[in-house]
């Protein structure tokens, strides 16, 4: 018997922790009495499971983002590839994330999903720490100017900051750590390399193990806050995820096309035509790594880039350049904070943008693996992380729309590099009309 595709899987949680958190709220509405299984309380599984599942995505955040980051720009800097190819790669990669972010920033505090009649959905979405906590808690983390920030990212002692989740500090150790190995001899490198590769690899593994059991957690979690609040936390969460979509739709058809029209100059109509496989395939598998050998695919026979650009842009783009993932976590955390009505400072937002621009760069190319990077700037921004919970309601329509945009920035910059490069492609604007072969 074929296996269930693990997003389906999910979905399938959703819908029963719905029905089941459902049931308790109304039960307990009715009766006054809590049910129970077993002489346990309801809440009390849902809390047990969410939080083990919270608990195994915290336990990788450190290894995973440093060791990829590690061998992320170790690789990139290795092989005289940070030359021409390289730095129009990364510029571009860094660009359009950074776009990707400001987009969601202006529209989700324009719309502001998290507060409903003027008053903040911390009620609505059963979020139980107060704003004056988070006040406290945010203060505490020395988020009040933007001096702060930067003084915090360079520690001064990298193992007290693993162990105290200070990930702006471990990020940018990781990003001079990985540098700086590019300058040692090939003697020293290569053994150092091999190690933080396997590293990577392993928690790789880890992750993907961890998310089989990603069912299981989100029951956990999303029963529990239906069984808290019932089904009024669903008008927010609507709200929110389609601020999402408007925001990564206004990136893809919007940000993207303008780069590929006047940078590129090429047609971005016959673009999209050309890489609509592969973000179909990504839509559906909700993973880039997976959907890497279609985005070749599209952009050597399709659009037209050389195997050269396309074989080093492209699986470098399923690593580091997360465009939708980036927006999401900017979009998420935002949305977060505003539910629970902690005002944010310029100087906050920076630092949502600063960190979503970098763990992008760690993000695991499988589904539901940004749950670990918006982890990370939830516990930098003084949030708790329980409230991810919430956001699960929608997330895996979220994640295969998300995953969709990532692979089109992809295939955007692997398009537009290949025209740098003096390229002609199958979508010049020079080039007579024709179908992408």
């Known amino acids: 018997m074929r296996k269930l595709e693990l997003h389906w899987q999910i979905l399938i949680a959703i819908i029963l922790a719905a029905i089941v958190g459902g049931w308790v709220f109304n039960t307990q509405s009715a009766t006054g009495v809590e049910p129970t299984l077993g002489g346990v309380r309801f809440m009390a599984i849902f809390e047990y499971i969410g939080t083990m599942f919270l608990n195994a995505l915290k336990m990788i955040i450190v290894p995973?983002?440093?060791?990829?980051?590690?061998?992320?720009v170790a690789g990139i800097g290795s092989g005289g590839n940070l030359g021409s190819l390289g730095g129009k790669t990364l510029l571009f990669y860094a660009t359009t994330t950074l776009a990707a972010i400001m987009v969601g920033l202006v529209l989700v505090n324009a719309i502001a999903p998290g507060i409903v009649n003027g008053e903040p959905a911390r009620d609505l979405l059963a979020l139980e720490t107060s704003s004056e906590e988070l006040e406290a808690l945010v203060g505490g983390k020395g988020l009040a100017d933007v001096a702060e920030?930067?003084?915090?990212?360079?520690?001064?002692?990298?193992?007290?900051?693993?162990?105290?989740?200070?990930?702006?500090?471990?990020?940018?150790f990781a990003i001079l750590f990985g540098y700086f190995m590019t300058k040692l001899d090939n003697q020293y490198a290569e053994p150092l390399y091999r190690f933080w590769d396997a590293v990577f690899h392993v928690m790789m593994r880890m992750t993907e193990w961890i998310m089989k059991f990603a069912p299981i957690g989100v029951f956990g979690l999303v029963a529990g806050v239906v069984a808290k609040a019932g089904y009024k936390a669903a008008g927010p969460l609507a709200v929110f995820a389609v601020v999402v979509l408007l925001a990564l739709a206004t990136h893809a058809f919007v940000t993207l096309p303008l780069l590929l029209r006047f940078v590129g100059k090429v047609n971005p109509l016959r673009t999209i035509q050309g890489a609509g496989k592969a973000m179909l395939t990504a839509f559906s598998t909700a993973s880039s790594s997976a959907t890497l050998p279609v985005t070749m695919d599209c952009a050597e026979h399709k659009?037209?880039?050389?195997?050269?650009?396309?074989?080093?842009?492209?699986?470098?783009?399923?690593?580091?350049?997360?465009?939708?993932?980036?927006?999401?976590?900017?979009?998420?955390?935002i949305f977060l904070a505003q539910a629970y009505g902690l005002e944010l400072t310029f100087a906050m937002q920076f630092s949502i943008v600063a960190i979503a621009l970098l763990t992008s760069i760690g993000v695991a190319g499988v589904p539901s693996a940004s749950l670990v990077a918006i982890a990370i700037i939830l516990a930098a921004i003084g949030l708790p992380i329980e409230a991810l919970g919430v956001l699960l309601v929608f997330d895996r329509v979220l994640d295969m729309a998300r995953t969709s945009i990532n692979v089109w920035g992809d295939t955007c910059c692997a398009t537009i590099v290949a025209r740098l490069e003096g390229e002609q492609t199958n979508v010049a604007l020079d080039?007579?009309?024709k179908e992408p072969a």
């Open 64 to 72: 995973l983002i440093t060791s990829s980051i590690i061998v992320g």
């Open 149 to 172: 920030i930067f003084l915090r990212m360079i520690p001064p002692n990298v193992v007290e900051a693993a162990g105290n989740g200070e990930m702006l500090a471990i990020i940018f």
């Open 303 to 333: 659009i037209g880039v050389s195997n050269k650009v396309a074989s080093f842009v492209l699986p470098l783009g399923a690593t580091v350049n997360m465009n939708g993932t980036a927006l999401y976590e900017c979009a998420a955390a």
């Open 431 to 433: 080039e007579p009309e």
